[in-house]
């Protein structure tokens, strides 16, 4: 498994805490689905939140997008957010 670079605690759900949880790519999509993976932009959620945040909640959606990309620009500061998956989150 990709280590995440959002949290250390791949065990509990990112939102909730439960202990039953699924990968979520952050950023998603094809291509930036294995993006996500390469540079550490997963986190774990619960059956549940992780349905909330694809099909629910798009500010929720929009703030783990934006939370991803501030962690990446901090531990990749030589790679540019929009290069490597084209939007910007944070405008």
């Not at 791949?10 to 990112?14: D, P, Q, R």
């Given at each position: 498994m990709t280590k995440s670079i959002i949290t250390d605690d791949?065990?509990?759900?990112?939102i909730c805490g439960s202990n039953?949880?699924?990968?979520?790519?952050?950023?998603?999509?094809?291509?930036n689905r294995k993006m996500s993976d390469k540079y550490g932009l997963i986190i774990p959620l619960c059956p549940y939140c992780h349905k909330r945040v694809h099909e629910q909640d798009r500010n929720l959606d929009l703030q783990l997008h934006r939370l991803a990309q501030r962690r990446f620009t901090e531990e990749y500061p030589y790679l540019n957010f929009m290069e490597v998956f084209g939007r910007n989150y944070e405008d």
């Open positions: 791949m065990e509990s759900c990112y039953i949880v699924q990968i979520h790519h952050v950023i998603y999509g094809t291509a």
